[in-house]
Structures are given as structure tokens and as C-alpha cells.
């Protein structure tokens, strides 16, 4: 379910490869533009269909940030992502993955550098308990020169037909979620989230509504920090083509971003 409003950039799609342009003007902050690019899955182990095997994207200060997707069987799947900003790396990871036929296991190796003596090491576990729950866990282990420790995350997650309710809670904080579809046209969805290192906490409101017979989605958000956003999306028939137009608008901040965007494919 996807209740809340994101903003898009202009995208053209073609066979396997899929290109999006985005154009960031602004009086406030720098202006940047950005390229991302996919290459689609086309491998005989992936189930997901058209599912992004090669992500690339570079904004104009030379920043990169790029992922690799291969499936080495049906059930074993590795991953690499590789980030810079402008000439520094900034990001390096290695990911495999287990799919078993009612868990998910995967271990994740981040900036490992043998000079500075720091690795960051990441577990997690999912097991389905029922036809609805799933319950897991994640290990966060990191270590340098100066310090040294880990922090373990317990998650739950509990489906129906028409709803979807997650808990997650660790020595970071806490994330709880509730997504619940009304009927085919209205999707609404509660989430809040809680710091134990900034010591805030926020609550999120969204919801979606379909208009098929205008061809339109409409999706809305408001939150306990005073930000209320809103994203409408019009397909252009017979065009092949979407308008997208978004703003949001933060009370206590007093900022206004207003976004246009136009989806070919």
C-alpha cells in the first residue's frame, strides 16, 4: 500500500532500460540537476518481472550513487552499492540475500577498510510465523578505531486483506505503521516514530484516492511537525504520458515547495 505523496521527476522508458531526468530550481537552496538511469532484469532466476538489475545516478556536482542486482540462483540473490560524493567514495557495500520458502536471511558487509580498521556488518532475519505474521530481527555491528558496539532491532509485521500493521523497536527507537485500504478507490495510512538519540517523536497521516474515471490519483499527508504535502497525478489519454504536480507546505518552517513533473511511458 502506498498512501503517502512523493514527488517524481520527467521518465522515459524504453524496453529494458528505463531514464529519468530531474531539474531542481530554487531561490533557497542550490540548484542541481540529476540523471538516473535502470537496466531491467532479464536473468531466468529473477521472479520479479522488470525488475531494476543495473541503477545508476549522477547529479551535476559529479556525485554518484549506483547499485548492482544479480540473482545467482532462484533462491540466492547478491547486491552491490557504490556511492560518492563528488571525488570521495563515501559508500561501499556488499549484500547477500537467502530466500527460503518462509524466511528471508541476508548479511550485509558496509565500508570495510583494512588500513583505518573499521567494517560495518549488518544480519537480519525474517521468518513467516502464519499465513499473516512475520516476525524478524536485525544486527547492526560496527567497528573502528575509536569505538566499537552493535544494536539489535526486533520487527513485526501483520497482514490482512485490506490491512497492513508493522512494529519495529530497538535501541534506537521505535516505528509502528498502519495501512488500511477503505475500498478499491481510498488507501489511508497512520505511522509513528520515535528517537531515543533526538529524543523526538512524529506522528504521519496520509492517504490516497483514485479517480478512474478522470484518469487521476490523488495523494495527501499531514504530520505532527506541521508539513502538509499533496501530489496529483493526471494520465494524459490517449498520450502516453503523466502530469505530475506536488507541493508542500511547512507551517512552523515557513517553506513552500511547489514540484511539476511529466512521466513518459
Not at 63 to 91: D, K, P
Not at 132 to 147: I, K, S
Not at 149 to 174: D, E, F
Not at 211 to 229: H, K, Q, T
Request: aromatic share 8%; proline share 3%.
Amino acid at each position: 500500500m502506498d498512501a503517502y505523496p512523493t514527488q517524481e521527476a520527467s521518465t522515459l522508458s524504453t524496453g529494458a532500460v528505463k531514464a529519468s531526468h530531474m531539474l531542481h530550481l530554487s531561490a533557497v537552496s542550490p540548484s542541481y540537476y540529476r540523471f538516473h538511469v535502470e537496466h531491467l532484469q532479464s536473468d531466468d532466476y529473477s521472479k520479479d518481472k522488470d525488475a531494476p538489475a543495473l541503477i545508476g545516478e549522477m547529479d551535476s556536482s559529479g556525485s554518484l550513487n549506483a547499485h548492482a542486482l544479480l540473482h545467482l540462483t532462484e533462491r540466492v540473490r547478491a547486491r552491490t552499492v557504490f556511492q560518492t560524493q563528488q571525488s570521495q567514495f563515501v559508500t561501499w557495500q556488499f549484500e547477500t540475500e537467502y530466500r527460503g520458502s518462509d524466511f528471508t536471511a541476508a548479511v550485509t558487509v558496509a565500508n570495510p577498510d583494512v588500513l583505518r580498521e573499521s567494517v560495518i556488518l549488518v544480519a537480519h532475519f525474517l521468518q513467516s510465523v502464519s499465513s499473516g505474521l512475520v516476525l524478524g530481527g536485525e544486527l547492526v555491528y560496527h567497528r573502528g578505531r575509536a569505538e566499537e558496539g552493535g544494536i539489535l532491532t526486533l520487527a513485526g509485521q501483520y497482514s490482512r486483506p485490506n490491512w497492513v500493521a508493522t512494529l519495529n523497536a530497538g535501541k534506537g527507537g521505535a516505528h509502528a505503521s498502519y495501512y488500511h485500504r477503505a475500498n478499491k478507490q481510498i488507501q489511508i495510512g497512520v505511522e509513528f516514530e520515535a528517537s531515543t538519540r533526538t529524543q523526538e517523536t512524529t506522528t504521519s497521516f496520509g492517504y490516497q484516492m483514485e479517480l478512474p474515471e478522470a484518469n487521476m490519483v490523488f495523494r495527501g499527508m499531514i504530520n505532527s511537525r506541521c508539513i502538509i504535502g499533496g501530489v496529483l497525478e493526471k494520465r494524459l489519454t490517449p498520450l502516453p504520458a503523466t502530469l505530475i504536480m506536488g507541493a508542500f507546505v511547512n507551517h512552523r518552517g515557513d517553506k513552500l515547495q511547489v514540484g511539476l513533473g511529466v512521466t513518459v511511458g
